[in-house]
């Protein structure tokens, strides 16, 4: 089955700071990993995909199957960055993509 | 880019009616299609995938007879919500993929039911 585990509902820090928002997953094939961003009244943006290895917003997340983590980072917080940050699991081909809990990450001036 | 197109983004329906939700793949074909249900400050909860031309796959715990997902075309599929009561209300995400892309969503639809 597949799970994803992001066991911070709420994280909190001043801007300027670094920022680790983490998640964990579980499943027997080869994942594949996703970050998804939430403004408020927005739509769900997708963020980060581990193929594609690239910074966006300066977001980077490594994919470790040894820890089964993929935990999204930035060195230094934006109040802008403020939203809510989903990650998610998929499958090779058509398989099912499956939310984290989801974590509010709140940027203090 | 993937384009999603989802109808209506709200809409406000009597108990005991039923409501038809549209999901469009514009600029792609969707060979799967994935619909959503999120409850205000949760997270997206799956709640059926479907193949073009196949019946939808429905997790655990979803109502199919409730829930009716048609994936008729490589570019539509729809999700009705039958009989209607004020527990259904919510907000409803569906996402596509077809070959070589990603999971592209649509903007949702909040259905409240009175």
């Known amino acids: 089955a597949q799970r994803v585990t992001q066991p911070e509902k709420l994280l909190s820090v001043f801007k300027g700071a670094p920022v680790e928002l983490k998640c964990n997953y579980s499943y027997s094939g080869s994942p594949e990993l996703f970050w998804y961003v939430q403004y408020s009244r927005q739509r769900l943006q997708l963020l980060l995909r581990h193929i594609s290895r690239e910074s966006i917003k300066g977001f980077t997340a490594d994919l470790n199957k040894g820890e089964t983590s993929f935990h999204l980072k930035k060195p230094f917080a934006q109040e802008e960055d403020s939203a809510m940050y989903y990650c998610a699991l998929g499958g090779q081909g058509a398989q099912k993509l499956v939310f984290g809990q989801g974590t509010r990450l709140t940027i203090n001036p | 880019g993937a384009v999603v197109s989802q109808h209506p983004s709200w809409v406000i329906c009597k108990s005991g009616t039923s409501v038809k939700i549209e999901c469009r793949s514009l600029d792609f074909q969707a060979t799967t299609m994935f619909w959503y249900r999120q409850f205000p400050k949760q997270s997206l909860m799956l709640m059926a995938t479907?193949?073009?031309?196949?019946?939808?796959?429905?997790e655990q715990g979803v109502e199919k007879d409730k829930f009716l997902i048609n994936h008729a075309s490589l570019t539509l599929s729809t999700l009705t919500v039958t009989s209607a009561h004020p527990e259904d209300s919510s907000f409803y995400i569906c996402?596509?993929?077809?070959?070589?892309?990603?999971?592209?969503f649509g903007s949702g639809t909040r259905l409240t039911v009175v």
């Open positions: 479907s193949n073009e031309g196949s019946k939808a796959t429905y």
């Open positions: 996402s596509a993929r077809g070959s070589g892309t990603g999971y592209t």
